[in-house]
């Protein structure tokens, strides 16, 4: 008979999550965020103009960029950052320049 495991469960993620809920972003199409291949110029910049205007209404902005910050998020607008900014911003060694 194999020798019975206790299975360890994994730490509740819900309170580094829960900021989500109150995310401007929340019903917005993803695609708004997150630029789809090959987007060049106006289009692109007009989108990231777009979501930039919903972060700056969001009550967690500062809780989004930090977490973007912290997690390296490579893609998308994250407390109303590009991953552009926040990558030039990390290798100035600049990130908190970012915080809100
Ligand atoms: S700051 Fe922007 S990307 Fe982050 S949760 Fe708010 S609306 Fe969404």
Wanted: positive net charge; proline residues 6%.
């Amino acid at each position: 008979m194999p020798a019975l495991k206790l299975l360890t469960l994994p730490p509740a993620v819900a309170e580094s999550w829960d900021w989500q809920l109150e995310a401007a972003c929340r019903d917005r199409d993803a695609a708004l965020f997150f630029h789809p291949d090959n987007e060049r110029g106006d289009a692109r910049d007009d989108r990231i103009a777009a979501a930039k205007e919903v972060c700056r209404t969001c009550p967690v902005q500062a809780q989004c960029l930090r977490h973007a910050l912290r997690t390296r998020e490579p893609y998308g607008i994250w407390g109303g950052t590009t991953e552009d900014e926040r990558r030039a911003a990390r290798s100035r060694g600049r990130a908190g320049s970012l915080s809100l």
